[in-house]
């Protein structure tokens, strides 16, 4: 420790930071700017039959390293096999059915989450888990339960020499240097928007909606199919011809084990989906106008099969339904979140509003929700909005808050260390990380 | 060269000798010797080797810097340019345990192994507020009664929590245990807490006869909730309500610009009629009058043949530029009383300056508190500095310009005096020079 380090107040502890969310977990190393990996946050389940099947079919021609079970998930008792990460997800194998821990932005399946933190420090830290403290983020509307168990596992099972849980939004608005801000997350299950004041989540104003990324797939899904256009993701397709706009796709297709369960072939689906709707959906800056949209240059997409087409209005109109809905519009929500804090705090909430989140990712978002916001705000109060350019820096706002938080000199004092937690118990964890 | 040529086409060999190396190094030193006469190019050298070599002018080969001559480093001046020549400081991956934490944890960190181990450097932020605590008897004397039926498990939740949240009382509310001890608002929290903590002092003060009385916060709760009510009121407004406000207020705008316009008018009007009298006056007077008067009109004009700087001034400040015009704050929502204060944008940077002289000078504190009364007075007494500082450039000026006059005449009739009216000397003249510059 020297003069140097003490000047921009770091201090490295080696520690790890965990960031779960529904589509994927971060994890990685504090103070460094991008996590480490990200991990699916589903798991896929085989039975051990299942498993020997995927193993003797010889006629997927995929990276043989793929076709081998992790090793991590392994369990001899256990007579099914987990699959964690994508590279081993995303292999076609009978009877893997697939399935998330998540649940409401809380874990939920401890099981499964416990084997993607298996496959974390095994795979992506690969280190021992008693030599780095651990810094969690959850949502800001974790429960006690759910807290309390999370520090158990940490301290019971991988022997964390400490831990320590912050809301995700708040986070956010670290990364964003802010103690104080509205954090309005689009995530893929949930847009919320969180009020955190001076470090600390405001719980009672905290609003969300379930219309986030995976909504928007569903969407996008429900209107090709309308369109009767073929939804054949990439692993189903051995090889396609070159064909004219708006033809019919020429391919053919892979041979591909038995028994592929739908919870796999949707989630599939599901991925390409967000492919689709990355690279095609954009949302207008005003309220839906079929004139305006179709003035904008259309967007051309092809997919998998070879398909492929021009989108014009509809890739607007469906974004729109993130915004357009009267109570769980983006705008409506933070809005509604800042009505419902004190009065004294409006203005400095308005004054720094946090966008983060993969899915405001989705073109012209954050212009939309500022025009929104701009309309609901009162007059003479000052918007302003703070999105991270980066891709990275929006999708892993509060990885990245983590990272900086956990690597800060003054934060050391903070954790919970495992002194305390067998001295005092899991129940600390309710006063020490609010 | 052409001997290789020659053997490669199978022609015969010219008449030069065969290479050997004896008759080689023969040549080569022949050559030496010679090319350190006439610089001529040496058989067997590249003409690009040689070039580098000698040039056709014979310049000096170029200078390049060094740091390695005369020994390492040597090759700097200065001693400070020496860079990279200490050996380097090893860091190790060092435990360390925080004074500001309750536990010993051990955690590592890198560090200097020469640097000592000292505190945690990080440690001396570990601020913590401090907040008062009651003993049950202490409770039972004087807290157990009060006007909003807090019970001791609420009083000890908002303790608790005042001091797990550093005083945040927005973050107390908050987290305040509704399903426990009922919905609380920031004020009614903040309204306990200052009553408890005033009762508690006061009732150390008695114990302890203690003539330094620690200062406690009043808070004034019900104001509180009524600026609240108006700042909630002030968020609600719609749209419309903001848009006929502002209607409102441009008319009032227009309406008082048509009434200075009618003012000015009446004015013009009054100054007409004034001049039409007076002319009618000058008419109707005698040609004597009238004689005299250009006499003396004559004598005036001659008085006064140069323009002075004292009437502009004067003119200046009667005419009433002197001073501060606050600005009336009648913009839309709420605004601070201690804006009111401001000086307003207009002002140039001298009378800024003066205006702080003056301030300093009349020991007067910059800042007073914003009450409806100071905010008047104070910039009432700001307007009259202001004015006051004009006033003392103004009679300097004056003076200034009686000397000058004093001095031409005196120049003008020599061995005469001007004797200069009591009236007119200044008096101090010279501290309030001083003062006004």
Known sequence: MSGGTMLYGGDEIGALVFDPGHHSLRVGYAQEDSPKAEIPSVVGIGSSSGSNNSNNAPDTNLDPETKTDNNVTSNNADARKYYVDTNYVNVPRAQM????????GMIDNW???EKVIDYAYANVIQSESEYHPVLFSEASWNVRNNREKLTELMFEKYNVPAFFLVKNAVLAAFSSGRATAL???????????VPVHEGYVLSQAVVKSPLGGDFLSRQCRQHLEKHNIDLSPVYKIASKDVVKERDNARFTLRKLPENLTSSWQNYMVQLMMQDFQMNVLQVLENPFDERVASQI????????????????????????SLFDNAMLGAGQLASTSVGMCDADVRLSLFGSVVVTGGNTLLQGFPERLNRDLQLRAPSNTRLKMISANGSVERRFGAWIGGSILASIGTFQQMWISSQEYEEAGKSQVERKCP | MSADVRDILDIDRANTPEITRDSFLATKKRNFERTK?????????????????????KDAPPLLPTDTALGIGAGYKQNKARLGMKKVRKWEWAPFSNPARNDAAVFHHWKRITDDSTDYPFAKFNKQLEIPSYTMTEYNA?????????SKVQTDHLFDLARRFDLRFIVMADRWNRQQHGIKTVEELKERYYEVISLLSKSKNQNQNQSSEKKTFVYDAEHERRRKEQLEKLFKRTIQQVEEEQMLINEMKKIEARKKERERKTQDLQKLISQADQQNEHAASTPSTRKYEKKLHKKKVHHQPRPSKVDSVVNAIEIGSSGIKFADLRGSGVSLRSQKMKLPANIGQRKVKALEQAIQEFKVDPGPPPTEDICTSFNELRSDMVLLCELRTALSTCIYEMESLKHQYEAACPGK???????????KSETLDNNAI
């Open chain 1, 297 to 320: 240059p259309m967007v051309h997409y092809e997919f998998p099969n070879g398909y492929h087409q021009d989108f014009g209005s509809e890739r607007f109109k469906i974004a729109e």
């Open chain 2, 37 to 57: 006469h006439a610089s001529r190019r040496p058989e067997g050298m590249h003409r690009e080797v040689f070039a580098l070599l000698y040039t056709d002018k």
């Open chain 2, 142 to 150: 004087h807290l157990r009664n009060n006007i909003q039926n807090w």
């Open chain 1, 183 to 193: 954090v309005v997350d689009s995530g893929a299950t949930h847009t919320s928007a």
């Open chain 1, 97 to 104: 059915e697939v399935q998330t821990y998540m649940k409401d």
């Open chain 1, 111 to 113: 099981e499964l989450f």
């Open chain 2, 417 to 427: 005096t001007l004797n200069i009216p009591p009236s007119l000397v200044p008096i």
